[in-house]
């Protein structure tokens, strides 16, 4: 981390700064009760469900509702790319 963690925090942190869960990447696909692993040293975070539960619970995904649907917001929204590629909204910038 850079620091956005610093002070509200005790212990290992897992912080995660991008729209996987919105664009339906592995986050989005996390039910209640699942069991994750977390392994620092590896850099390991896995998900702990079968691949056929895992293809199961993609086939049912459908992206959330947007929270905002006009002004800057939503443009926003509609446009930004992931944090890891620095939430730009014109990747042709670069």
């Not at 069991?35 to 049912?60: K, V």
């Amino acid at each position: 981390t850079d620091g956005r963690f610093s002070g509200g925090t005790y212990g290992m942190v897992v912080g995660h700064v991008a729209p996987e869960a919105a664009v339906g990447g592995a986050i989005a696909l996390v039910e209640e009760g699942d069991s994750i692993t977390i392994d620092a040293p590896a850099r390991l975070l896995q998900l702990n469900i079968s691949e056929s539960e895992l293809a199961r619970r993609r086939a049912n995904w459908q992206p959330p509702t947007p929270r905002y649907t006009k002004g800057v917001l939503a443009k926003y929204a509609k446009l930004v790319s992931s944090s890891s590629l620095g939430a730009v909204t014109d990747l042709d910038l670069f």
